[in-house]
């Protein structure tokens, strides 16, 4: 009646009414949202081709431990979460293809000079068997996930399946430690995440382990919670109240994995958490970020997931260790465990195979005159606070595995590997980067970062060749010089043109991020946005 006479249909759009143009920031913040996707992207395919080759590379069951997880894994599909367990043997009920699986690369592994080719073909097999595992008490959410390739495949195609599963999840979560450090416009966190992926991260993205996953998700946090500390108090200061929901996310995810992967994963989740608010939290920023639901629910929910696996860890007493009784008086023992941790060092850099295979002496230098320089940098400019912090990165990584070791050797001997803790210490280079960020000239940031990330490049390609060498010939074997006594799955050569290929492409998008990085936006001062960041 109203539209008859004349009247306003007031429910009706207004058809003559123009769309409102995007602010200028709008289309900024629709450019960074687009191009922070595609750098996501990139780095997921370069680590996952990364990955994807030490996967290849490694024969079956070259990687520590492997086939006790290969084995529970394809339990854990198939029903089995509580088979009947006597100390650390598990015995489950599996296809007969992994009875094999201990006996497998038994005339290689423990020892450096026997290349892989001894080992009889890991093949399908009819019919179920029983077999043990030392994997039985581990959390089962890593076995469901990676397991699932034994429903698809039998014998050495399973296993690649399986690893390249741990390689797209830990690409996945190394992708958005790459993003979160993006976050600011400084070389040096990016810098920090290079360094932080030594190659011992990439051999273990490449394995059927759930060590692969937990280095992964610690740097992730590491990153992603420093990164969300910094523009919490940043947006805070300029009156902008959101937290970015991106590095909640990111935070979220890497926590959640973190909470269900492995049986200490849960105690590297509290202390990255402990450290990271030690190091940036103010109080405009803690009150920022408990002004953000999301955080908050995904706060709650990651709590019932580390109550859910510490009641599993209990339960299954999945912190027992391997029965190697040892007589040794406890100042002896103490002096021992204290003296190993030079070798666990290194280990964090890359030891390989079965502890059998050391890098190339290359690598440890390069890696760590890199990773000094970094860290040297960052006590030398860092405030109290972000001192004190690094220094407890430097004291937990050193008295956590000695006590570790001392509560239990007369039981189990000496068994700590650096990588068992490398998810937390990893934090001394990511939070280094951090540090540096604003405190030095922009030009001069990008140019140690150049060289620090070069360096790091350069030690990968050594690690890389240095461990296949040690597959196909020996390790006192020499390309082109000895008949090859394994082949891997592709041609070495073509492995090794392919992971140069692949960190060349990684060394060039990483030195266009770190270009772009050396000077604040051209209209960011006339913004009056804050460019350094303390």
């Not at 570790?404 to 001394?428: H, N, P, T, V």
Request: glycine share 8%; hydrophobic share 55%.
């Amino acid at each position: 009646m109203s539209r008859a006479l004349g009247g306003a249909d007031r429910s009706a759009p207004l058809r003559d009414e123009a769309p409102v143009p995007a602010t200028s920031s709008e289309r900024r913040t629709r450019r960074r949202g687009r191009a922070g996707r595609a750098a996501w992207w990139a780095a997921f395919a370069v680590l996952s081709m990364l990955g994807g080759l030490w996967a290849v590379a490694d024969p079956v069951f070259s990687v520590p431990d492997e086939p006790a997880h290969v084995v529970y894994a394809a339990a854990i599909v198939r029903g089995e979460f509580f088979a009947p367990t006597e100390g650390i043997d598990t015995t489950v009920t599996v296809p007969r293809t992994y009875a094999d699986a201990h006996t497998a690369g038994a005339c290689f592994i423990f020892d450096g000079a026997v290349p892989a080719g001894c080992a009889e073909p890991f093949v399908a097999q009819d019919g179920t068997a029983e077999v043990v595992t030392t994997a039985g008490r581990y959390p089962p959410a890593y076995y469901l996930y990676a397991g699932s390739a034994t429903l698809l495949a039998d014998g050495a195609t399973a296993i690649y399946l399986m690893r390249f599963l741990t390689v797209l999840l830990c690409a996945a979560l190394l992708a958005s430690a790459f993003s979160s450090a993006r976050e600011t416009r400084s070389p040096w966190p990016v810098t920090g995440i290079v360094l932080a992926c030594t190659p011992m991260v990439l051999f273990f993205t490449g394995a059927v382990n759930p060590q692969g996953p937990e280095l992964a998700a610690g740097i992730g946090l590491w990153s992603a919670g420093l990164a969300l500390l910094t523009t919490s108090a940043d947006r805070s200061d300029s009156g902008r109240s959101r937290v970015p929901p991106r590095l909640v996310a990111r935070c979220v995810a890497a926590a959640a994995v973190l909470s269900v992967i492995r049986p200490l994963s849960i105690v590297w989740l509290g202390l990255i958490v402990l450290v990271v608010l030690l190091a940036r939290a103010t109080g405009p920023s803690v009150r920022e970020l408990l002004r953000s639901r999301s955080l908050i629910a995904g706060g709650i929910g990651i709590g019932v997931l580390v109550a859910v696996s510490a009641v599993w860890i209990v339960y299954r007493d999945a912190l027992r260790q391997w029965a190697r009784p040892t007589d040794l008086e406890f100042e002896r023992a103490a002096l021992f465990s204290v003296s190993k941790l030079d070798l666990e060092l290194h280990e964090m850099v890359g030891v390989f195979g079965w502890l059998d295979n050391w890098a190339p002496g290359a690598v440890y230098i390069l890696w760590f005159a890199a990773v000094g320089t970094l860290v040297a940098l960052a006590l030398a400019v860092g405030t109290r606070r972000e001192r004190l912090a690094l220094a407890s990165i430097v004291l937990i990584s050193l008295v956590v595995p000695v006590l570790s070791e001392l509560s239990s050797y007369r039981e189990s001997a000496f068994a700590w590997q650096g990588r068992y803790i490398l998810a937390f210490s990893a934090g001394l280079v990511v939070l280094s980067g951090y540090v540096l960020v604003g405190t030095m000239p922009p030009v001069i940031a990008a140019r140690v970062a150049r060289g620090l990330v070069v360096a790091a490049g350069v030690a990968h390609v050594v690690a890389f060749i240095g461990n296949l060498n040690r597959y196909v010939h020996g390790i006192h074997g020499f390309w082109f010089i000895d008949e090859p006594g394994w082949r891997p799955p592709l041609p070495a050569g073509l492995l090794i043109l392919a992971f140069l290929v692949t960190i060349g492409v990684a060394l060039f998008l990483l030195l266009r991020v770190l270009a772009e990085r050396d000077a604040p936006e051209p209209d960011a001062f006339a913004r009056g946005e804050t460019v350094v960041l303390r």
